[in-house]
């Protein structure tokens, strides 16, 4: 009953095993076994975005290591950007979520890669339906580690290329992380994610000037994280983190381009001390630098 009361409110934690053995279209998509939990919906079967306690998609927060991830959609939301062969933990908050969130009105999702195995070198691969993926993990002489992992779909080399009537289309990402023991109360993490969409779409395969449309958008983030043990009771994470977000449509039948762009830059700190059993106290920073355009251009010959 004691480890019953002690729980986090609202909060639901998932290892990587837990998200495998759940329900999947294709291979394991980490959005899609989030909607198999209480006070989780889909927007619908075709899509991974979550409706979490009635709030709707663009309420919910989504961090990859303390970053923030404005797009966590591949295939215009049938699958999710976070590749579960890559996840350590997921820590899903439905509510009850501090201020250090900044403020979001539905739900927080926040993953953490793997670190990588500071034992000895591994590797996994494998082929789905959907892609080709592959994950490796190596020690770092006696303090650190590395772990990565790549994945891709692979329908415009087969199917796209033999049926004309399937657009031309791809995506990848990629995960990189290194972590590093400094000392034994310091401890320091990098971490970086970066993914990309590709649509080409050509409206007349027959016609002599072929005309269609092309999209692309994709992610990139970076953090890097310093954990330092300040007293036997005190310690605290100090992040700088950085996140993008960019799309390109291009309609050629008009000569009509639109992009849009948002990034930001992030310095946070979060501390905690524990004063006794049931005295904790908890206090942070936050600053952020963020740009964001939109643009449509009209060209001329």
């Known amino acids: ?48 975005a979550l409706y979490v306690r009635g709030g709707t998609p663009d309420q919910n927060l989504y961090m990859i290591d303390g970053t923030d991830v404005y797009n966590p959609e591949h295939t ?21 979520f501090g201020a250090q969130y900044g403020g979001r009105l539905s739900s927080v999702l926040s993953v953490t890669n793997l670190e990588g195995n500071r034992e000895e070198f591994e590797g996994t691969a494998s082929v789905s339906l959907l892609s080709a993926k592959s994950t490796l993990q190596m020690p770092l002489g006696d303090r650190g580690s590395l772990s990565g992992s790549l994945r891709r779909t692979y329908f415009d080399q087969t199917i796209a290329k033999s049926i004309d009537d399937v657009p031309d289309y791809y995506f990848y990402d990629g995960n990189l992380k290194a972590f590093f023991e400094l000392s034994d109360r310091d401890q320091l993490t990098f971490s970086t ?4 969409d590709f649509l080409d779409v050509v409206f007349n395969h027959d016609a002599s000037d072929q005309t269609g449309f092309t999209v692309d958008w994709g992610n990139k983030t970076g953090s890097a994280r310093w954990t330092r043990v300040i ?22 039948i008009a000569d009509v381009v639109e992009r849009n762009f948002v990034s930001d830059i992030t310095v946070k700190g979060e ?18 630098i963020s740009t964001c355009s939109s643009a449509r251009i009209f060209r001329r010959d």
């Open 271 to 288: 501390f905690e001390s524990h004063r006794s059993q049931f005295f904790v106290t908890r206090f942070g920073l936050n600053a952020r």
């Open 76 to 96: 215009f939301g049938i699958f999710s950007t976070f590749n579960t062969d890559a996840i350590k933990q997921v820590e899903l908050s439905k509510g009850g």
């Open 193 to 196: 994610y970066g993914g990309r």
């Open 231 to 252: 007293t036997p009771k005190t310690f605290g994470h100090l992040w700088l983190t950085g996140s993008r977000f960019a799309s390109d449509f291009v309609l050629e």
């Open 1 to 48: 009953a004691e480890t019953l009361y002690q729980q986090p409110i609202s909060q639901v934690r998932l290892q990587a095993r837990q998200i495998h053995s759940m329900p999947q279209v294709a291979e394991a998509d980490l959005m899609r076994a989030l909607q198999t939990l209480p006070g989780v919906l889909p927007v619908s079967d075709f899509s991974s």
